[in-house]
């Protein structure tokens, strides 16, 4: 029998569906000549610290840096079932075939190889490699697997990945946890990405802005600008002086602009697009995507290709027929689209044939609005150009200069295609309009009817949206990086990966979202303050990203690239021995201490959940949601937490009886067992 492995339940059942397997059994559906089972994503990982050591559950100096020399690994409790189901099967004997169906790509890549590791299994393996969920697509991959070990060299990319966060995000966090005595959370990644964010952040703050002048004079059919008066005595001058004057034309530049067709989504550009017209997060577009993906809707999202590969043409012109029947595909322009040397593991995201086949008021909005995005965006791309024909005419009275610029549109293009989607949308982004200057030539002179002053400032830079900071993340280190070196990609992160780590940012309380905008906290200006360059440098983590890249296709070697980050580790412990008292203060006055420790009298601060005692040693924690508190319809505040721990009792109003179904006051207080917190009511005459 052939074992099949998923990613997920939802991709198992689709698989099944397409090779007849109908019968269901605990953790798997048999049939066929066929076993189809799943992984729940991450089933097993890198092991925690204490795994090696039972030393480090407590966080101290003297044990950094931790530098496994045997890495071990673990299976994930709370997934443990399903684990324990796929070890059977793997090493069942009726099994003599393995196939890896997991996500084609390097985290679906570790997914599965770190199961068949911790399951002790050393059969031979097939992987299935697809792009699309599509029947069609599983049954031609299903024809087509490849050999396991073609695909080595991506898994070797993948566990070095890990292993890099690992060391840098474990021991870089202790170390400056520890030093500043509260928890610091710094990561390969989120730590560069986060100083993006800050340093915007100093921009604006530091930025003085600057009051300028313009002039505009009306003339019989349009309206002509100065250049910028930063004086605003002259710029009245030059208002006094050209009123009822003759403006004569000097010049006169008219040139023809093509502009192309917009490339087709790669996850990025569709994650940046979506947060521009919807406001949905990194994260919220990634969830569609996947969704969409598993239910056939559209093509693999994970992806950092804008273009297809010229096997697709065939489909792609039954899906274009599909969409508009009256289309000439003589005029679709496949060359904007198709360029397989731009196509590795995967190819740009675009709808599928069999999504045509669906009705779209079955899909939840957020999933209906992202596959409306998708399907613009290829009518778009396979469009003509837009043709304008831009003017600028130049005119002077007494030598002081204005002008005035016109645009014509020649021909639509794919902005047709794309204007018609933004009304459809009613978005505020504003479609682009012609500005009509009259036949003009050179000397031709025209009176000034009328004259204004207008006031402006020059602007501060933007705070990040997750459009642009998506767009810095995937630049950063592409302007600084070594232009001799031959690079295949620069970046933060991948973009599979920079929505999680703009959602890790926001959950350890680094960033804010206030609106679209992502705003740095004290703390986190305070952490980039104090972190050392080489990890928040997004150049050096962009080459690692790089040399990632590079041994996924063999360019480089993982054990290098390990030790050298164990190395830089070795150094930053050493570098960071010490520090001294004016740098432990940068924290100190982030947060409220609500009182002291019943067990150790160190502050207790609030948390996102809890309310928790800033000594690590001590396990002291107030949790906001305990169970004493939701049975009876109350939270615990932090007013009742500093009366507790100054007291230990506070008056609490409207407790809820679930057995009487009414409310009642009382007096709350704790006991401390020295492991667990047990709440008392005491009622009063």
């Known amino acids: 029998m052939k074992l099949v492995i998923a990613e997920k339940p939802s991709v198992a059942m689709s698989i099944a569906e397409v090779l007849g397997c109908k019968e269901r059994k605990d953790g798997c559906i048999e049939g066929n000549g066929y076993i189809i089972s799943w992984c729940i994503g991450h089933l097993a990982g890198v092991a925690n610290p204490e795994s090696y050591n039972t030393l480090y559950s407590k966080w101290k100096y003297e044990d950094l840096p931790i530098l496994p020399e045997k890495w071990k690994f673990q299976v994930f409790k709370n997934t443990k079932k399903q684990f324990n189901i796929l070890k059977k099967l793997m090493n069942k004997k009726e099994v003599d075939e393995i196939i890896c169906a997991t996500d084609s790509g390097r985290e679906g890549e570790l997914i599965f190889r770190l199961v068949y590791r911790e399951a002790g299994c050393t059969k031979s393996f097939k992987r299935l490699w697809i792009s699309s969920m599509e029947k069609s697509a599983i049954t031609k991959g299903f024809n087509n697997l490849k050999n396991g070990n073609e695909f080595d060299n991506l898994y070797k990319s993948a566990l070095a990945r890990a292993k890099a966060d690992w060391i840098v995000g474990i021991n870089a966090t202790r170390l400056f946890s520890v030093l500043y005595n509260q928890t610091l959370s710094v990561g390969r990644v989120q730590t560069p990405t986060l100083s993006l964010i800050v340093e915007r952040q100093s921009d604006i703050n530091n930025f ?302 680094y960033i804010e979202r206030k609106g679209k905008q992502l705003l740095p906290t004290d703390k986190a200006v305070s952490l980039v303050t104090i972190i050392p360059d080489e990890l928040k440098s997004p150049i050096l983590t962009a080459e690692w990203e790089n040399s990632l890249t590079n041994i996924s296709l063999g360019k480089e070697d993982d054990k290098k690239f390990i030790r050298e980050i164990e190395s830089m580790m070795k150094n930053l412990v050493k570098m960071y021995s010490q520090i001294s008292e004016e740098s432990k203060v940068k924290f100190k006055n982030n947060k409220e201490s609500l009182g002291k420790c019943p067990r150790c009298k160190s502050d207790v601060f609030e948390g996102k959940k809890n309310y928790y005692c800033s000594n690590r040693d001590c396990r002291f924690s107030l949790f906001k949601e305990d169970r004493f508190f939701v049975n009876k319809r109350k939270k615990l505040t932090k007013d009742m937490v500093k009366a507790l721990l100054d007291e230990n009792i506070v008056e609490v109003k409207r407790f809820y009886s679930e057995k009487s179904g009414k409310y009642y006051d009382a007096f709350l207080y704790f006991e401390d067992t020295g492991k667990y917190i047990n709440y008392k009511l005491r009622f009063d005459d």
């Open 208 to 509: 003085k802005k600057e009051k300028f002048f313009n002039i505009d004079i009306q003339l019989e059919d349009f309206i002509a600008t100065s250049n910028r008066i930063l004086d605003e005595n002259k710029a009245i001058d030059v208002l006094n002086n050209v009123t009822g004057k003759q403006v004569i034309v000097v010049d006169i530049k008219r040139n023809t602009k093509k502009i192309k067709p917009p490339l087709l989504f790669d996850l990025t550009s569709l994650q940046r697009e979506a947060n521009m017209l919807f406001g949905f997060s990194a994260k919220q577009t990634l969830d569609y995507s996947q969704s969409l993906y598993e239910k056939k809707w559209i093509t693999y999202p994970r992806t950092d290709s804008r273009y297809l590969t010229e096997e697709m043409k065939d489909g792609l012109i039954e899906l274009i027929e599909s969409l508009d029947e009256n289309i000439d595909i003589n005029n679709i322009n496949f060359d904007r689209v198709i360029n397989d040397k731009k196509v590795n593991d995967h190819h740009a995201i675009i709808i599928t044939l069999e999504s045509r086949k669906f009705k779209k008021e079955e899909l939840p909005k957020g999933e209906s609005t992202i596959y409306n995005l998708i399907e613009s965006k290829l009518l778009q791309a396979l469009s003509k150009n837009r043709v304008e024909e831009h003017t600028e005419v130049i005119l002077k009275v007494d030598n002081i200069e204005f002008k005035s610029k016109g645009k014509v549109i020649l021909e639509g293009g794919f902005k047709e295609i794309e204007n018609k989607y933004l009304k459809k949308i009613k978005t505020s982004k504003k479609t682009e309009k012609e500005i009509i200057l009259p036949e003009l030539y050179k000397n031709q002179s025209f009176k000034i009817l009328d004259s204004k002053k207008k006031e402006g400032f020059t602007q501060p830079p933007k705070h990040y949206t997750e459009d642009t900071l998506l767009s810095a993340m995937e630049r950063a280190g592409n302007e600084d990086i070594d232009k001799g070196l031959e690079v295949e990609k620069i970046g933060l992160g991948t973009p599979a990966t920079r929505a999680g780590i703009i959602e890790k940012l926001i959950s350890v309380g």
